[in-house]
């Protein structure tokens, strides 16, 4: 039971070029989450999805898209990377409302510098 | 005005001491409030899941709320340098949202030297 995983660990984009951010849940969760964590801001929510194939914008969803094309996996796209995106993101998972656990277990982060 | 605030320090305190961390929130419809802790490089976890006011402990950690003041605490006793982290206060509604939605407090940086 691997929990929530993501790749990369790490990586470095020039201003302009895309990339894609996978999260993968093996705990059956219905619910998953992006989040994007900067000094003296806490952790703010880009967007999420309550079950597969639905996604939707949370707190800062400006310059990323998601899809959920499979209940265990949740992708992050930067179409075109900008400086103000130099962050480290984080994705989480639970069960949906309602049940016992609604605990969100978060992945170990993926660093991105945009330069 | 964020929704939940959080005194991001940094807090050092010698091995053994009592550690006190604090929060306030401004939503009243907060009824649930957690704590997370996050070590260096590495996701939150889940320490403490606290339902409307009233204490809750666990072993050397007690959370406590105080929703007629909307004040969150974490009380860590006989801290240990492994206790050396950041921690960040969350919260969330009862109701009103399809999801679990948090709000996440800045996180305050702890550190516990020997």
């Known amino acids: 039971n691997a929990g929530v995983t993501q790749t990369p660990k790490f990586r470095v984009l020039k201003t302009g070029q895309s990339m894609t951010l996978l999260c993968a849940q093996d705990m059956n969760h219905e619910y998953m989450y992006w989040y994007r964590q900067d000094p003296g801001m806490g952790l703010r929510l880009i967007h999420y999805?309550?079950?597969?194939?639905?996604?939707a914008k949370g707190e800062v969803p400006d310059g990323y898209n998601v899809s959920r094309l499979k209940k265990q996996n949740f992708l992050l796209g930067l179409e075109s990377a900008a400086p103000s995106q130099t962050s480290v993101y984080f994705c989480?998972?639970?069960?949906?409302?309602?049940?016992?656990?609604?605990?969100?277990?978060f992945g170990p982060g993926t660093r991105l510098l945009v330069l | 005005q964020k929704e939940v605030e959080q005194d991001p320090g940094p807090l050092s305190v010698p091995e053994g001491a009592i550690v006190s961390l604090n929060c306030t929130y401004s939503?009243?419809?907060?009824?649930?409030f957690m704590w997370y802790r996050q070590y260096s490089r590495k996701g939150p976890e889940l320490l403490m899941y606290t339902y409307s006011s009233g204490n809750k402990e666990d072993g050397r950690f007690t959370a406590q709320v105080d929703k007629s003041s909307k004040y969150i605490s974490l009380f860590i006793r006989d801290s240990q340098p492994s206790d050396s982290a950041t921690y960040l206060c969350a919260a969330q509604n009862a109701g009103g949202t399809s999801y679990g939605k948090l709000t996440f407090g800045q996180g305050t940086i702890l550190t516990v030297h020997p």
């Open positions: 989480a998972s639970s069960y949906q409302k309602g049940k016992l656990d609604e605990t969100q277990y």
């Open positions: 999805s309550v079950g597969e194939g639905t996604t």
């Open positions: 939503n009243s419809a907060f009824q649930y």
